[in-house]
């Protein structure tokens, strides 16, 4: 494995010296222009955004333009910051805008480098986008590095949770944005689901730069960004209203069961009892049609799903029960509002059902810009799977200085509490000679134990797990000091730097900000005071950093190794910076997770073997490849899980532009009547070849076909005529041409009726409408596809293979369902105009704009990696969090693995298999466009009272 790897490695460094000598170039082109930009005056500076802006709409392209924009970024950096960009900076902003992950060690800049390639691509003024791991960052660097920006006349915005829609559009307005990676993510979901381009705030993805690219884009890879809601607010009035009509009903009289195949046809005598008790003529009339579903599912719950059999009630809860192992699954729900007329049923509290509005994967989402660039100090390790991705290379950056960091070999313990009290004398003994100490833990649990060590020996230290982001920098900022220790979570401070002696900006702006002063509020003054401040603060710094540099610099210390080497490598980096001195050191133990879970065997052998007492470190090689080799484990099978989810999320992907471009042009006033009048010939032309594709025309059923014509628009054709004018050459093609010809005549008279631009109007916001509607459906089935598809390979079929063919079947279905809804509610809706003919507003029961979504909750990944879900003020939702983590794939599986494909026949599967009904719904009820059911095949006749309905034998429910 370890040879594959090597040469794969070759592979990807082709190049590399090719790509490093053009890199070095740039950085001596600019480097000749230093003086001339040195000698521009302010104005003459910020002129420069101007010159350049007007070179490149005369054709000159970024490439030609980046020794002066990046001569013009250091020059501004040196007047505002007091900080002038390295030669290896200059590499790295290179790098940055070929489209390139540029790997720099810890501590050589990587905010400032960012500057550079984010300035030269803000030139076309179609944004740039930078993205961070947490919103402190996202904020402190956008306040800091916009200093830099204004003074070339730019502009920066910041992404930030909670911020209104009014202030996002704002900020992405601006030339460089900052942001986070899930704050990026579902603006891009939420603004496809906007109902007008003024409420969208994004304005495109054109170039990003990812900060941390291997924590965004690999470690949080796993995770799908999801917008859920629940379905319907006023639904759970009518679950109890249908769950009393229920109980009045008799099986066999007023409707039929099939148990095996889970299914409930309701009798005329029933249709008559509803309709009485409700009050109403006809349950099948349009207005109704919701209503036909809660009757269904009630019959269903009162019939088919019985107490302490499938269910248990506790607690005032409907629980489902396994029916293969008895157990009750906590946290489980039937879908398609089961669960809830059960709980109607059982006189329990109905909630409301969450319901998947949009999603995308990570991957997907950083696709979509035209550029992507990254910057880390560790993505070597993961580069084969950043070019197969992203087609991202990674160019390692020279470090400016040599490195002086000394790493020592680690110490293996036979437990883990000897172990931890090792460390904590070590940390002891370094912390009484003033070297600060930086330790990392893989747990919150694991920190707040070091933590109680430390205490008893009376070390006064700081504990970080990533909680508190804005708290989390300001003490990283800090942990160079002299007689620092902090013990932190592996993954906590990532994208600040560890200065010894501590950070002199972060210091700087700390002051600022206790004086009030702000860069956005107060520029003026902001700028005044900057200098001054930042110089005492900056002669404080290195006399303490002196003082630090001869102790030793500073120590990181590791509990564990992690199952990635990048995080490791990652927590050793935080030492050394910029040619510090500097020391790390690994603790570990055959207790450790990583030791105990993979090829641990050789490892246990040698400390079996070896007659040490418990507090006595062994180092051995055997102990040093048992780790390499459980890491290489660990980071194949997490790269195989990434693989399979983006292999998947494809499929859908493909389905999710189409859909997203069709609305996008929608919202952005396309005309629709050349596509309606396609929707109109696609949608009879379906109709008619269902009810004419088999036998001879003798043998077609007229009326039914009639009768389902008319619930789709006024036909004015007669049977008869039909008849007579086809004759004995009667054929499939001729009734299609015939009927499309009289459907348009209708619509034409439609439209003649609304008035041209109220018909335009109605036409948008109907497709807009079903659209939206029945793309929340797919994602539902989508889910329920991917679920069970690893049963699939039970069959010997490759599960993946299976769900292209699958989701392409349910994809087309879809699209045939938004076709015969937005025919049928263009012709059917009762619509109402007002204003002039050139303004002219409709107005239709169903119809009306949705309100803005509420109650909705955002799944994404959370600062360590796993998965998370927070409502809208941001706030972590647990009980959702603790489902979603138990819902993901385990580690041995990602989808179609053994471990993904639950038992065959499973009862409690939450989905549609659960009810009864065939994948892909044919045949069976969907959700409409306006939240009532309609058949997915072709719609059965629609009488229009009761006398039709008895010619009838009975209405089938679903």
Known sequence: MTEVANVLERVLRVGEGRLLRRLKAYAEAINQLEDDFSDLSDDELKNETVELRERYGNGESLDDLLPEAFAAVREAAKRTLGMRHFDVQLMGGAALHLGNIAEMKTGEGKTLVATLAAYLNAIPSRGVHVVTVNDYLASYQSELMGRIFRALGMTTGCILSGQT????????????????????????????????????????????IVDEVDSILID???????????????????????????????????????????????????????????????????????????????????????????YVVMNGEVLIVDEHTGRILVGRRYNEGIHQAIEAKEGVTVKAENQTLATVTLQNYFRLYTKLSGMTGTAETEAAEFMSTYKLGVVPIPTNLPMQRIDQPDLVYKNEQVKFEQAAEDIVRRHATGQPVLVGTTSVEKSELLSRLLAKRGVKHEVLNAKNHAREAAIIAQAGRLGAVTVATNMAGRGTDIMLGGNAEFLAVTEMNAKGLSPVETPEEYEAQWDAVYERVKAQVAEEAAKVIAVGGLYVLGTERHESRRIDNQLRGRSGRQGDPGESRFYLSLQDDLMRLFNAGAAEALMGRSNVPDDLAIESKVVSRAIRSAQSQVEARNAEIRKNVLKYDDVLNRQREAIYTDRRHILEGDDLRDRVQVFLEQVITEIVETHTASGHSDEWDFDQLWTELKTLYPISLTIDEVISEGGAKLTSAFL?????????????????????????????????????????????????????????????????????????????????????????????????????KGTAQVTAKGLNQPQTPQNLS?????????????????????????????????????????????????????????????????????????????????????????????????????
């Not at 603006?187 to 409420?199: E, G, I, P, S, V």
């Open 165 to 208: 829609p009014e202030v996002r559009r704002q900020q992405y307005a601006a030339d460089i944005t900052y942001g986070t990676n899930n704050e990026f993510g579902f603006d891009y979901l939420r603004d496809n689901m906007a109902w007008q381009t003024a409420d969208m705030v994004q304005r495109g993805h054109f170039f990003a």
């Open 220 to 310: 949080e890879a796993r995770t799908p960004l999801i917008i859920s809601g629940p379905s319907s607010g006023e639904a759970n009035r009518w679950f109890t209203e249908f769950a009393r009509i229920a109980t009045r009903l008799k099986a066999g009289v007023d409707y039929e069961v099939d148990e095996k195949k889970r299914t409930v046809g309701v009798l005329e005598p029933g249709i008559e009892k509803v309709e009485d008790h409700l009050g109403i003529d006809n349950l099948y009339e349009s207005a109704n049609t919701p209503l036909i579903s809660f009757l269904n599912n009630a019959i269903k719950a009162q019939a088919l799903f019985k107490r302490d059999k499938d």
């Open 736 to 836: 299609i041409r015939e009927i499309t010809s009289d459907a348009k005549l209708a619509y034409e008279r439609r439209e003649e009726s609304l008035g041209r631009t109220a018909t335009r109007e109605l036409e948008r916001r109907v497709v807009l409408s079903v659209i939206d509607r029945r793309w929340r459906d797919h994602l539902y089935e989508m889910d329920y596809l991917k679920d069970g598809i690893g049963l699939r390979a039970m069959a010997q079929r490759d599960p993946l293979v299976e769900y292209q063919r699958e989701g392409y079947a349910l994809f087309q279905s879809m699209m045939s369902a938004i076709r015969e809804d937005a025919i049928g509610f263009l012709f059917n809706l009762e619509v109402e105009v007002t204003g002039s």
């Open 858 to 958: 955002y799944t994404a990944p959370s600062a360590d990696g796993d998965v998370e879900v927070r409502n809208q003020r941001g706030q972590v939702l647990q009980a959702p969090t603790d489902a979603a983590r138990r819902a993901q794939p385990p580690v041995s599986a990602a989808f179609g693995g053994p471990a993904a494909a639950p038992a065959a026949g499973a009862a409690p599967t939450t989905r549609r298999a659960a009810q009864g009904q065939p994948q892909g719904g044919q045949g069976g009820q969907q959700t409409g466009a306006f939240g009532q059911k309609t058949p997915a095949a072709p719609a059965g006749p629609a009488p229009v009272n009761r006398a039709q309905r008895r010619a009838q034998d009975k209405k089938k429910g679903r």
